[in-house]
T-cell receptor, first 113, second 114 residues
């Protein structure tokens, strides 16, 4: 069944560490997105991609980077984790049709001590 | 850039009552307006969406209306049930040179009491 996978689901890490959050999808979608969300709160767009070798910055992009080498994968890297990065990170995908509907992955809950 | 305002931030209703959540957007070029439901600890799920060439769309107990002139759209839930309790997010599309992104409202926490 087509789905979006995020690993790890939970991560506790110390300040200053470099971390990569993985997102992979079997939806067959070209468009992928990363959002940051505190529980039950607003979704903030971090980065997005419309296809291989395409990446765009969102509203909260300054402290992270992404890459899109393969259609199925869209990893998010924090070069130096800080307590302010403690949040949930949601990956989403959208197809090439005209609907622009986004489908979300289960999320990674990150805690930076 | 696009800005989406959502009201109210919290809404409490009795089972069987109707619930209405309203959103306004700033970019007149926006043409796609989805609504997502997020239950506690789960991922957001699309419940209904509308494009700018349509004024209203209905799916069973859920309906969305769009007023392009006033740049606002609303979610209507009739005959609410306890399982409707969740956080609801509206969003509006934002076009850039490469494609489409979504800008989300801050969310509405709906509580339905039996």
């Amino acid at each position: 069944e087509a789905d979006i996978y995020q690993t790890p689901r939970y991560l506790v890490i110390g300040t200053g560490k470099k971390i990569t959050l993985e997102c992979s999808q079997t939806m067959g979608h070209d468009k992928m997105y990363w959002y940051q969300q505190d529980p039950g709160m607003e979704l903030h767009l971090i980065h997005y991609s419309y296809g291989v070798n395409s990446t765009e910055k969102g509203d909260l992009s300054s402290e992270s980077t992404v890459s899109r080498i393969r259609t199925e994968h869209f990893p998010l890297t924090l070069e130096s984790a800080r307590p302010s990065h403690t949040s949930q990170y949601l990956c989403a995908t959208a197809g090439d049709d005209s609907t622009d509907t986004q489908y979300f992955g289960p999320g990674t809950r990150l805690t930076v001590l | 850039g696009e800005n989406v305002e959502q009201h109210p931030s919290t809404l409490s209703v009795q089972e069987g009552d109707s619930a209405v959540i309203k959103c306004t957007y700033s970019d007149s070029a926006s043409n796609y307006f989805p609504w997502y439901k997020q239950e506690l600890g789960k991922r957001p799920q699309l419940i209904i969406d509308i494009r700018s060439n349509v004024g209203e769309k209905k799916d069973q107990r859920i309906a969305v209306t769009l007023n392009k002139t006033a740049k606002h759209f609303s979610l209507h839930i009739t005959e609410t049930q306890p399982e409707d309790s969740a956080v609801y997010f509206c969003a509006a599309s934002r076009e850039d040179q490469a494609g489409t992104a979504l800008i989300f409202g801050k969310g509405t926490t709906l509580s339905v009491s039996s």
